[in-house]
C-alpha cells in the first residue's frame, strides 16, 4: 500500500499519486479490519458485507475512517474511489467525510460509504484541518 501524504498548514491538496490504500481479500471472514494508517489524521477499517454481490463476482465492501490525532478536528476530507470490477473494468467516484472528526471519532460503515468490485482503493484528494 502506497500511503503518504505531502503536509500543509491547515489544508493539504493532494496529488493523484499521494496516497492509496487498497482493499480486496474476500477470503477473509467478514469482519472489520484493524485500524490501519489512512493519512497523518486519519485511519481506516474495511470489512466484507456480501460475496458475489448480485450475482456478477464482485463483492459489496464498507469501510470506515477515525480521526487518529489527539488535537486536530478534521473538517473537511474528500477522497476517490476505485472499483476493481470481476469483468476488468475500474469504475471511479469521488465521495467526502459527511460532516467532521474530532480527535477520536469515527464515522463509517455500509451506511456511509460502499463499493462494489472485487476489490477496491481509495486515495485521498484534499483534507482540512483545524
Same mark, same amino acid.
Given at each position: 500500500?502506497?500511503?503518504?501524504?505531502?503536509?500543509?498548514?491547515?489544508?493539504?491538496?493532494?496529488?493523484?499519486?499521494?496516497?492509496?490504500?487498497?482493499?480486496?481479500? *474476500?477470503?477473509?471472514?467478514?469482519?472489520?479490519?484493524?485500524?490501519?494508517?489512512? =493519512? =497523518?489524521?486519519?485511519?481506516?477499517?474495511?470489512? $466484507?458485507?456480501?460475496?458475489?454481490?448480485?450475482?456478477?463476482?464482485?463483492?459489496?465492501?464498507?469501510?470506515?475512517?477515525? =480521526?487518529?490525532?489527539?488535537?486536530?478536528?478534521?473538517?473537511?476530507?474528500?477522497?476517490?474511489?476505485? &472499483?476493481?470490477? /470481476? =469483468?476488468?473494468?475500474?469504475?471511479?467516484?469521488?465521495?467526502? $467525510?459527511?460532516?467532521? $472528526?474530532?480527535?477520536?471519532?469515527?464515522?463509517?460503515?455500509?451506511? /456511509?460509504?460502499?463499493?462494489?468490485?472485487?476489490?477496491? *482503493?481509495?486515495?485521498?484528494? &484534499?483534507?482540512?484541518?483545524?
Amino acid at each position: 500500500m502506497l500511503r503518504t501524504m505531502m503536509i500543509g498548514l491547515a489544508s493539504v491538496a493532494i496529488g493523484a499519486a499521494a496516497f492509496l490504500a487498497t482493499a480486496g481479500d *474476500a477470503s477473509a471472514a467478514s469482519t472489520w479490519s484493524s485500524w490501519s494508517k489512512f =493519512n =497523518n489524521y486519519l485511519d481506516w477499517s474495511t470489512t $466484507l458485507v456480501s460475496r458475489d454481490f448480485e450475482g456478477k463476482g464482485n463483492h459489496f465492501w464498507t469501510w470506515r475512517f477515525r =480521526n487518529r490525532t489527539s488535537n486536530k478536528t478534521v473538517t473537511y476530507f474528500k477522497f476517490r474511489i476505485y &472499483e476493481y470490477k /470481476a =469483468n476488468g473494468r475500474t469504475v471511479t467516484s469521488y465521495d467526502y $467525510l459527511p460532516g467532521s $472528526l474530532r480527535p477520536g471519532q469515527g464515522i463509517g460503515g455500509w451506511a /456511509a460509504f460502499d463499493a462494489v468490485g472485487r476489490s477496491f *482503493a481509495l486515495q485521498g484528494i &484534499e483534507i482540512k484541518v483545524k
